[in-house]
């Protein structure tokens, strides 16, 4: 009964080639997160949505964009990956965009760059 | 900004013994801050916030608003115990969180 799903668990791209990472979720809520966590590292958030508002955070690169067509889902999208951006991507889900709700995370997507 | 310091990146110790994990904050307003726990092949999780004065599998924390700390606390550590644990603070709209502290238990 896995509530926040990310495809797939290990994603391999080569440097330059666009890369989509999955998340989906079955908690129905609100607020859709993506974080970035490289090895030794804190997870460090990326963007959120909150319903269909996206909110990118100020030091995210424009490679990254974020899509989410529908509440359940939610996709990172990586227009040119480079070796800096091989990391563990975190999905996480919260009911509202507070402190006081709990964040939900996914077991997140291994990405490689070669 | 908010920043989250967890100086310790390995604390290994015997079952029985006490643990503290320790965190320390910097915020300009009010923090709401939270211990996320990661065991082995699991998902990272919420352990406890401190809004909640709670205690979850025998461990404690207590926000210490003039030492800026936020430290994690256990008596008698167990085995299952080991995991990675991150400090986290809400501020801003975000979840920032520490580099965490791995907790390596032995027998």
């Known amino acids: 009964d896995a509530m926040v799903i990310q495809n797939p668990r290990y994603q391999v791209t080569q440097f330059g080639k666009p890369v989509t990472l999955s998340c989906s979720q079955t908690?129905?809520?609100?607020?859709m997160y993506w974080y970035q966590q490289k090895s030794s590292q804190a997870p460090k958030l990326l963007f959120h949505?909150?319903?269909?508002?996206?909110?990118n955070e100020a030091d995210t690169p424009d490679n990254f964009q974020s899509r989410r067509p529908n509440t359940s889902f939610c996709f990172l999208d990586i227009r040119s990956p480079g070796l800096g951006d091989a990391a563990m991507y975190l999905c996480?889900?919260?009911?509202?965009?507070?402190?006081?709700?709990?964040?939900?995370f996914g077991p997140g997507t291994r990405l490689t760059v070669t | 900004a908010q920043r989250v310091t967890q100086p310790e990146k390995l604390l290994s110790v015997f079952k029985g013994a006490p643990v503290e994990l320790k965190c320390n904050y910097s915020?300009?307003?009010?923090?709401?801050l939270f211990w996320y726990v990661q065991y082995s092949r699991q998902r990272l999780q919420l352990l406890l916030r401190?809004?909640s004065r709670e205690s979850i599998k025998g461990f404690t924390a207590d926000l210490n608003k003039g030492e800026t700390s936020f430290h994690l606390k256990k008596p008698f550590a167990q085995e299952e115990d080991s995991a990675m644990y991150y400090c986290?603070?809400?501020?801003?709209?975000?979840?920032?969180f520490g580099t965490g502290t791995r907790l390596l238990v032995s027998p």
């Open positions: 908690l129905n809520h609100n607020v």
């Open positions: 915020y300009s307003g009010s923090p709401e």
């Open positions: 401190h809004i």
């Open positions: 996480a889900t919260s009911r509202e965009l507070a402190g006081a709700y709990e964040q939900y």
């Open positions: 986290a603070l809400w501020g801003f709209q975000k979840l920032v």
């Open positions: 949505y909150y319903d269909k508002d996206f909110n």
